[in-house]
């Protein structure tokens, strides 16, 4: 017995095997990253709020890699990947899931890998209408727009009554079609037993001989069967990436609405913000200064009454209240407490924590490694692996040797230490609280607290001549 429609168990299905001929890209379309992320990202996520019992990914051109960007999305008891080995059309590889669902009483949301923008409200909609047409459903319920300039979609054609006829590609129009301004969104929702049925009769007799998805409307409709149309306002909600050009546009529409969001809900100020990159899933406090070319990636979070200079990148980061990043400063998967300053040219590599009111200056490098409150490093540094308690100055120059060729090891320097200019630390060493090093010293050994060192140990330990390890010549 068939299940009632609003009881129906709903599947998605995306098509993201193509290679997208017109990226004129090495890499699979879906791929290519909008806000930071994979295309395919972008649906997987927005499918996912529906709560689908499943999704199938309909993957062929570098599937594995896409496999990899959906699994970040889904939960892989809720993903499924159908193979299309070779991309003969949408309906084709619709036709690739036929095994795992052509006989489900289900509706299934069928989805493009390249339409990112779709909302989950507006697919609740298509899937509501879908389902309550006439009471009893429709077999296809089509989401459409209308376009001023409807160049490359499918456009909906309609009978004197206004009722649907069929989709005709920009390739297969005629002079007259190619005026429809309502388009096919390439989202549809399907009762899934009549897609594949009808699927088989699906023929490749048009002007790009492939399988179209498209036809099957058409092929319902002569059946009997009822197709609706989902007539959507928002035109950028559908917007399909086909080449370089449009995807750069949809980038620039999203990082205007998100800087948008900023300044008016969270009060930052962008002192232009046509040249600044903050990615959708940032967040940034009130009073927060950025200057041009600056880059937030990733989810990274941005403290109140923060200024942040020209060109810097903040990516999947964490900064205090009150932090200055100077010019061209780079902070990555890392921790920066309240009052930090950092830069110009600055580098916080992963898993660097800065402590509230540590410093770090021109040329400094920071990997793995924590700086404790108030301590400073202000010029020309690397601190790799290293533990540096409060209070500390690190001196101009210094560099901790975290790497002896074949393995890292640690630096630990306590509270109140102040380490010399040019002094080099070669780990795995610890500098016990209250202790000095005199410029150039390099420490090879534990210092104990409270204790000065000076000087470089360095003696000849072998003649390089006299082995067959020649000398740098320079
Ligand atoms: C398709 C629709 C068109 C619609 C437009 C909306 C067809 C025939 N045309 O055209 O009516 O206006 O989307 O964006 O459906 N794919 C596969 N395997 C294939 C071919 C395509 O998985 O063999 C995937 C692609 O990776 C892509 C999606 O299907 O994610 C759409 O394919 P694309 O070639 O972009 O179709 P359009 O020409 O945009
Ligand atoms: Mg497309």
Known sequence: M??????KTLDVLI???GLGTRMRSNLAKVLHRLDGRPLINHVCRTATALAPRRVYVVIGHQGEDVKTAVLEELDESHAAFVW????????????????FLENEDSTLLVLSGDVPMIRAETLAALVQQHRAHRGKGAACTILTVKLD???????????DTGQFDRIVEQKDATDDEKKVKEINSGIYCFDTRKLFSA????????????????????????????????????????????????????????RRRVVKRLMLDYGVTFIDPNATYVSSEAQIGRDTVIFPNVAIEGQSQIGDGCTIR?????????????????????????EVGNGCQIGP???????????????????????????????????LTYLGDATIGEKTNIGAGTITCNYDGVNKHATTIGSNVRIGSDTMLVAPVKVGDGSITGAASVVTKDVPPDTLVYGAPAKIKKDLAATDEAPPSD
């Not at 068939?2 to 009881?7: A, D, I, L, R, Y």
């Not at 300039?149 to 054609?157: A, E, F, L, N, S």
């Not at 002007?207 to 009997?224: F, H, M, S």
């Not at 990148?313 to 900064?319: E, F, G």
């Open 2 to 7: 068939e299940s009632s429609n609003e009881q």
């Open 15 to 17: 098509l993201a095997a």
């Open 84 to 99: 299309q080995k070779e991309q003969l059309g949408t309906g084709h590889a619709v036709n690739a899931a036929r095994e």
């Open 149 to 159: 300039d409807p160049t490359g979609y499918g456009r909906i054609v309609r009978g």
């Open 199 to 254: 699927l088989s009769s699906v023929k490749n007799e048009n002007a790009q001989g492939e399988y179209y998805l498209t036809d099957v409307p058409t092929l319902l409709k002569n059946a009997g069967d009822d197709i609706a149309i989902y007539h959507h306002a928002d035109a950028n909600e559908i917007e399909g990436i086909n080449n370089r050009v449009q995807l750069a546009e949809m980038e620039r529409l999203l």
């Open 310 to 334: 020209a060109g810097a990148r903040v990516t999947n980061s964490k900064i205090g209240h009150g932090v200055t990043i100077r010019d061209y400063s780079i902070i990555i998967d890392s």
């Open 345 to 379: 040219f600055a580098h916080l590599r992963p898993k660097s924590r800065m402590e509230d009111e540590a410093h770090v200056g021109n040329f400094v490098e920071m990997k793995k490694s924590v700086l404790g409150r108030k301590s400073k490093a202000n010029h």
